[in-house]
């Protein structure tokens, strides 16, 4: 198993590529935190995982608020004894015919980038106690280039998000904590998504990506778990990009 006996928080589990994650990694014998503020889904997943054996946590979690870090942090430490390994995945996508508003701005940086940042503050003391671990961030393609269908402010927290894996990664390699992010291309749409959702868009979109398809939840979640593994031991500071080939076209 790849991850036997490891503790991993994983944020916005209870569904999408946070789901599929929490189960892969269970699967390869973690225990896992499941942070979401879909209470209802996120304490099924964790009873259907303890049901079939694995060992799981779900905790209801705002993750741009800093206080509501430290209480997961306390949580998972009460009911596993370490923590191994993070994995912000939590965020929001969409679009709003005004791109400059300043509302929706914010909260696709406090989504999306306030709670990577605030994420790896709360969980690094506690890599640094189990002598390291791994993070990984969760960017986009749409942290690369300028992509229209989404508001300008979730290119800008996806690059940021490439840019703080970075500097985390130079800052605490000495700690042996890796620090990796995971850019994903044309995914199931969440659950916010309003363009990307729209079958012709999607369409039109496809031809552009040298696969011909969009991407599968597991198929970023493999990404996440080889990243969190021993396997990628000397791999850190990177974005591994799984779109199909869309940035290569």
Do not use: C
Not at 69 to 95: E, M, Y
Not at 121 to 140: H, R
């Amino acid at each position: 198993m790849r991850l036997k006996d490891k503790v991993a928080i994983i944020t916005g589990a209870a569904s999408g590529m946070g789901r599929s994650a929490a189960e892969i990694f269970v699967r390869e014998g973690a225990k896992v935190v499941i942070t979401d503020l879909l209470e209802q889904e996120g304490e099924e997943l964790a009873q259907f995982i303890r049901n079939n054996g694995g060992h799981a946590l779900f905790i209801p979690h705002d993750v741009t608020q800093e206080e509501a870090w430290a209480s997961v942090v306390r949580k998972t430490v009460d009911q596993f004894g370490q923590i191994n390994a993070l994995v912000n995945n939590a965020g929001i996508s969409g679009f709003v015919p005004d791109v400059l508003s300043l509302e929706y701005f914010d909260r696709m940086m406090a989504v999306n980038t306030r709670s990577v940042f605030l994420g790896m503050k709360a969980v690094v003391p506690e890599l640094k106690k189990a002598g390291g671990g791994s993070i990984v961030n969760m960017s986009s393609i749409a942290g690369f280039n300028g992509f229209a269908l989404q508001h300008m402010g979730y290119n800008a927290a996806k690059a940021a998000n490439r840019l703080l894996t970075r500097a985390a990664a130079t800052e605490y390699g000495k700690d042996g904590i890796r620090v990796n992010s995971v850019a994903p291309g044309l995914m199931p749409p969440m659950r916010t998504s309003v363009a990307t959702a729209d079958p012709k868009v999607r369409a039109k979109i496809f031809e552009r990506v040298p696969l011909g398809r969009g991407g599968r939840v597991d198929e970023a979640a493999n990404a996440i778990l080889f990243l969190t593994s021993d396997e990628a031991s000397y791999i850190t500071g990177v974005d591994l990009v799984v779109d199909g080939g869309y940035l290569a076209a």
